[in-house]
Nanobody, 128 residues
Framework: VQLQASGGGLVQPGGSLRLSCVAS????????MGWHRQAPGKEREGISC????????FYEDSVKGRFTISIDNDLSTVYLQMNSLKPEDTAVYYC??????????????????????WGQGTLVTVSS
């Protein structure tokens, strides 16, 4: 599976961005797709994920209510709509794909090791 992320950029606090991630190759093997981010000097963290089968979505507390993850009907593209952006959202954002769905109530989506395919990062900078 190959993943191509796009949509990053510079935005003012309170603004919005939409990230996209296009999957190609053996997309039939994907059961969940997620977004991770890595801020300077910090570890990569999973912030959101969606199961391609049941459509269940997961959000880390710091983005809940501000970010929305969605997936196309053909399951080849996942989006992350980011609203009310804050300076602390500044990071390189990565999309990732996993072979297994995320169980309901689980926080496994936060673990980079759960995902087997990664896209290149796209930089999001929130600054005035």
């Amino acid at each position: 599976v190959q993943l191509q992320a796009s949509g990053g950029g510079l935005v003012q606090p309170g603004g919005s961005l939409r990230l996209s991630c296009v999957a190609s190759g053996s997309i039939f093997s994907i059961n969940s797709m997620g977004w991770h981010r890595q801020a300077p000097g910090k570890e990569r963290e999973g912030i959101s994920c969606i199961n391609s089968g049941d459509g269940n979505a997961f959000y880390e507390d710091s983005v809940k209510g501000r970010f929305t993850i969605s997936i196309d009907n053909d399951l080849s593209t996942v989006y992350l709509q980011m609203n009310s952006l804050k300076p602390e959202d500044t990071a390189v954002y990565y999309c990732a794909a996993a072979l297994a769905a995320i169980p309901s109530g689980s926080t496994w989506y936060r673990l980079p090791s759960y995902f087997t395919s990664w896209g290149q990062g796209t930089l999001v900078t929130v600054s005035s």
